[in-house]
C-alpha cells in the first residue's frame, strides 16, 4: 500500500493524468495528489494534464496550473487517476506510456489493470477515497483535503449513492477536519446552475419518456435544443439525476449531442440494474449504478439499451 509513495519518493518529474472529460472525481483526485506532492515533497517536479476543467472547480488549489495542451516529454513517474483504461488518457496518453514508472488508482469495476504499481477498489465510492488511503493524514493540507472531499462529493452524488460507506463518512470527516467550507464546495459545484442551466434541464425534464411499464425513463437532447437555449455542454450536470428519481423507475437515460458530435448517453440505477455492463457493451464504463459511453446514432444504441435493461429486469 506504500508503494505509491515510494514511487513518488524516488522520481524527480512526476506527471499526473486522469480521463477525458474530467468530472469531479477525476479532477480531485489529479490536484489532490498534485496538492501533497507540492506541499510535501517541493523538490519534485509534478504536472497535471487534463482536457479543461468545468469552471466552478477553478477555486481548488493548482487548478490554474493543470496544462491542457500535449507535451512531448518523459517523466520519471506518470499516475493516472479515476481512469479505467488508457484510451481515456486521450490525446495525453503518449505522457503516460512513455514514463519511466508508471502507477494507477482507480475504482471502475471495468479497470482490467494496468500500469507498473495498479490498486483498483471497485467497491470503493470514489478514486478519491482509494487515494486519500494511500496518503499520509497528518501530511494532507487544504488544498489536497478540499479536492479530495470535492471528488468524493461529487461521486457519491452528495453521500446518497450505494458506494458511499461509513469509510467513505469517515474519510470525509477526517477532510473536514482540515478547515474545509463544505457548504461552498457543495453549493457551488454540485447544486449551483446558471439560468440558461435551469432552461435546459427544464426543456429536458418536459421531453421526457417512459419506457417498460414505467420502469426506464429517458430524454434527449439535440444541437438545436442547445442553441434555443444558448446552453453549452456544461450545462447538461445534473440532468440524469433528476429524472433519475422519477417514481416507479428503475432506470435513467440521458443522452445529448452536440453540432458534429455523438451522442453522448449517461445511465442511472436505483437497485436491480448494472448499468456498467451496458457501458461496456458500447466500449464505455463506469459502475454498477452510473455508467455512460458514446454512440454515433441515438435509435439503435437506445434500443440496444432497451433490450438489454429489460433482460436484466
Known sequence: MNRLIEMIEQAQSIAILGHTKPDGDCVGSCLGLYNYIRDNYGDKEVVVYLEELPKSFGFLAGADKVVHEYEDRIYDLGVSLDCSDTDRHVKFGPIFKNAKATACIDHHKSNAGFGDFFLCEPDVSSACEVLYKLLDDGMINHGCAEALYLGIVHDTGVFKYQSTSPETMRIAGALMSKGLDTQKIIDDTFYKVSY?????????????KLFLDGRLVMTKLEPEDFERFGAGKDDTEGIVDKIRVTEGTEVAVF???????????SLRSIKKVDVSLIGLHFSGGGHIRAAGFNAKEFEPAFETVLKMVEEQL
Open 196 to 208: 440558461n442551466q435551469n432552461l435546459l434541464t427544464g426543456y429536458a425534464l418536459l421531453h421526457s
Open 255 to 265: 443522452a445529448y449531442r452536440l453540432p458534429g458530435k455523438d451522442y453522448k448517453f
